[in-house]
């Protein structure tokens, strides 16, 4: 009995479902009027509907002070990146700045020799580093 019950709640659902599809279908929608619309612009022809403005911002080099090895540095190091990085890292020891150049040369695939490395090194350190702290041979390790 309890089984008739459900098939007959599902038959009325179904039936209630159908009558509503069917109503709707019989003009109960309403139609929406088309409007016209303007065509979009390709991105391609923007610059011919709307004038691109310009603007120039002043670049300014940073100097970089003359030394031995400004040569090397600015032939070597300038063609990946600009000196400005240099000048936008901390005041590094010596063997911080081996490191980083060494790094440039191993992991970045710069064009840099052994003797330019020392040179540029060398470079680096006399305006933007400082030499390594004297170790002194009893100090107690930490």
Not at 48 to 61: D, F, S
Not at 121 to 127: C, D, E, F, K, R
Request: charged share 20%; aromatic share 8%; proline share 11%.
């Amino acid at each position: 009995m309890h089984a008739l019950r459900v098939v007959a709640a599902l038959f009325v659902v179904g039936v209630a479902m159908l009558v509503y599809a069917l109503w709707g279908l019989a003009g109960r929608e309403r139609t929406v009027p088309v409007v016209a619309v303007a065509p979009a612009i390709p991105v391609s022809r923007l610059s011919e509907v709307q004038p691109v403005k310009a603007i120039k911002l002043e670049y300014h080099q940073p100097d970089l002070p003359p030394g031995p090895g400004h040569d090397v540095f600015a032939a070597q190091c300038v063609v990946c990146h600009s000196p400005r990085y240099v000048l936008n890292q901390p005041i590094f020891p010596r063997k911080t700045w081996i490191a980083e150049v060494h790094k440039m040369v191993k992991a970045y695939g710069a064009p840099i020799d052994a003797g330019q490395e020392k040179e540029i090194v060398n470079y680096l350190v006399s305006w933007h580093g400082k030499e390594d702290p004297l170790t002194v041979p009893n100090s107690p390790s930490k």
